[in-house]
């Protein structure tokens, strides 16, 4: 079956970053796009990040653009989201998904990882 893994969360400074990886098994990797999303407490789920299979296209929330990079490595079935200039409202559970066509609507979403907790500290 499909499994989607999410590591890298942490507690981290504002100011800081840390890089959260997604390894994917189960499926065919390129044939997905890939996408980040998080949920803060008290929040819905809202879209961070995506790319398509081939890495060669990508979307960015506006709140995030400038800040993270999201990027693949198709030969290892996993995805990655840097995170940049973290900031204490970038704190959320952060889930990594895979869709068949680029999207930014979360339940589009056709397999989810089981969340990595990103707490950025004042």
């Known amino acids: 079956q499909v499994q989607l893994v999410e590591s890298g969360g942490g507690l981290v400074q504002t100011g800081g970053s840390l890089r959260l990886s997604c390894a994917a098994s189960g499926l065919t990797f390129t044939n997905f796009a890939m996408g980040w999303f998080r949920q803060a407490p008290g929040k819905e789920r809202e879209f961070v990040a995506a790319l398509t299979g081939s890495g060669l296209i990508t979307d960015y929330a506006d709140s995030v653009k400038g800040r993270f990079t999201i990027s693949r490595d198709n030969a290892k079935n996993t995805v990655y989201l840097r995170m940049n200039s973290l900031k204490p409202e970038d704190t959320a559970v952060y889930y990594c998904?895979?869709?068949?066509?680029?999207?930014?609507?979360?339940?589009?979403?056709?397999?989810w990882g089981q969340g990595t907790h990103v707490t950025v500290s004042s």
């Open positions: 998904a895979a869709i068949r066509v680029l999207a930014r609507l979360a339940n589009e979403y056709d397999y």
